[in-house]
């Protein structure tokens, strides 16, 4: 079986960490991309990368590469996965995918033209733990979901300059953490929510420093979701039932969870591993690229593209260059 050739666009700290635990049978990782052919080549001889290329352009010029990973600022998403689509290649783009639904929706439209696999690199939804919960879920046995809290906040450095506050490159918690609590609510909510209520803080620049959200489906299922750039919280999501309620710490990578019983009796449930996180999302990839399916996650994808964008509408938080 030929091996599929993978190339990095963006070589930040995110790729870094993604290209360290890259490992799959089917897989290597063929080529990385970067503004600067001094960081390209030193990227790739310290991962032991065959090619490196200066720029964006030449990575998504050579034929032998089968995927594109983005880990550039999400600023750039929509403008990287419209030119790796057009030039035939597969796409994993890292969180937030893009910045509106608009452009998540040309995109889609252009894979499935393309017949090319699109899915953003949201570990929740390829963590084995999280199918094990659905799993507890679907037995019934824990009676009629009601109620999921999640909490995300993280203590930035409060500096103007820096992309956690940069209106200029889609700064704020929303697109960057929000985008998490967002996934986790919605992976386990039973439809997409159809009432959305919030409150929103801004920061000096004009982004969102923290944020309050409501969800509200056509089952009644509430999501109360904490978000927050000046403030730190545990990455922690409660999903409640009838019978019980399972406790989720630091929920995006998660092996781990707790089930606590309506009785006060509590089971610890374990799947997984946290380190091989990257690894289940590219393990996912590749069998969606050679089986030719779409990743079913990308429909979760959209929902909550869709809720970020009734947040920034009733903010009033626009980006010039969407």
């Given at each position: 079986?030929?091996?599929?050739?993978?190339?990095?666009?963006?070589?930040?700290?995110?790729?870094?960490?993604?290209?360290?635990?890259?490992?799959?049978?089917?897989?290597?990782?063929?080529?990385?991309?970067?503004?600067?052919?001094?960081?390209?080549?030193?990227?790739?001889?310290?991962?032991?990368?065959?090619?490196?290329?200066?720029?964006?352009?030449?990575?998504?010029?050579?034929?032998?590469?089968?995927?594109?990973?983005?880990?550039?600022?999400?600023?750039?998403?929509?403008?990287?996965?419209?030119?790796?689509?057009?030039?035939?290649?597969?796409?994993?783009?890292e969180k937030a995918i893009v910045m509106n639904t608009k452009q998540l929706d040309?995109?889609?439209?252009?894979?499935?033209?393309?017949?090319?696999?699109?899915?953003?690199?949201?570990?929740?939804?390829?963590?084995?733990?999280?199918?094990?919960?659905?799993?507890?879920?679907?037995?019934?046995?824990?009676?009629?979901?009601?109620?999921?809290?999640?909490?995300?906040?993280?203590?930035?450095?409060?500096?103007?300059?820096?992309?956690?506050?940069?209106?200029?490159?889609?700064?704020?918690?929303?697109?960057?953490?929000?985008?998490?609590?967002?996934?986790?609510?919605?992976?386990?909510?039973?439809?997409?929510?159809?009432?959305?209520?919030?409150?929103?803080?801004?920061?000096?620049?004009?982004?969102?420093?923290?944020?309050?959200?409501?969800?509200?489906?056509?089952?009644?299922?509430?999501?109360?979701?904490?978000?927050?750039?000046?403030?730190?919280?545990?990455?922690?999501?409660?999903?409640?039932?009838?019978?019980?309620?399972?406790?989720?710490?630091?929920?995006?990578?998660?092996?781990?969870?707790?089930?606590?019983?309506?009785?006060?009796?509590?089971?610890?449930?374990?799947?997984?591993?946290?380190?091989?996180?990257?690894?289940?999302?590219?393990?996912?990839?590749?069998?969606?690229?050679?089986?030719?399916?779409?990743?079913?996650?990308?429909?979760?994808?959209?929902?909550?593209?869709?809720?970020?964008?009734?947040?920034?509408?009733?903010?009033?938080?626009?980006?010039?260059?969407?």
């Amino acid at each position: 079986m030929k091996k599929l050739h993978w190339g990095i666009l963006g070589l930040g700290s995110i790729a870094t960490s993604f290209a360290a635990t890259f490992a799959a049978d089917d897989a290597q990782l063929y080529a990385v991309g970067s503004r600067s052919i001094e960081k390209a080549k030193q990227f790739a001889t310290t991962f032991g990368i065959e090619k490196a290329y200066g720029s964006y352009d030449e990575l998504l010029d050579d034929p032998a590469i089968d995927v594109v990973y983005i880990a550039t600022p999400h600023s750039h998403h929509a403008d990287l996965i419209m030119k790796s689509l057009e030039h035939g290649k597969h796409v994993l783009c890292e969180k937030a995918i893009v910045m509106n639904t608009k452009q998540l929706d040309a995109a889609m439209n252009l894979a499935k033209e393309k017949d090319l696999i699109l899915a953003e690199a949201m570990t929740i939804y390829h963590m084995p733990l999280y199918q094990e919960l659905k799993k507890r879920m679907a037995d019934g046995s824990l009676g009629k979901l009601n109620m999921i809290q999640v909490s995300f906040g993280s203590l930035k450095e409060a500096d103007p300059t820096n992309r956690f506050f940069n209106k200029a490159i889609a700064g704020g918690a929303l697109l960057d953490i929000g985008t998490y609590a967002l996934s986790f609510a919605r992976f386990f909510l039973s439809s997409q929510p159809n009432e959305v209520l919030t409150t929103v803080n801004f920061f000096e620049t004009g982004v969102d420093e923290q944020a309050g959200i409501l969800l509200k489906n056509a089952e009644n299922e509430l999501a109360t979701i904490a978000i927050a750039f000046r403030a730190k919280m545990p990455k922690q999501g409660i999903v409640a039932f009838e019978h019980g309620y399972f406790t989720v710490t630091d929920f995006p990578r998660a092996d781990e969870a707790t089930l606590t019983y309506s009785d006060g009796s509590v089971e610890r449930i374990q799947a997984g591993d946290t380190t091989q996180a990257l690894n289940y999302e590219i393990s996912h990839f590749n069998e969606n690229v050679r089986t030719k399916k779409d990743t079913s996650s990308l429909t979760l994808t959209h929902d909550v593209m869709d809720i970020m964008d009734t947040l920034r509408k009733k903010w009033g938080l626009t980006f010039d260059f969407e």
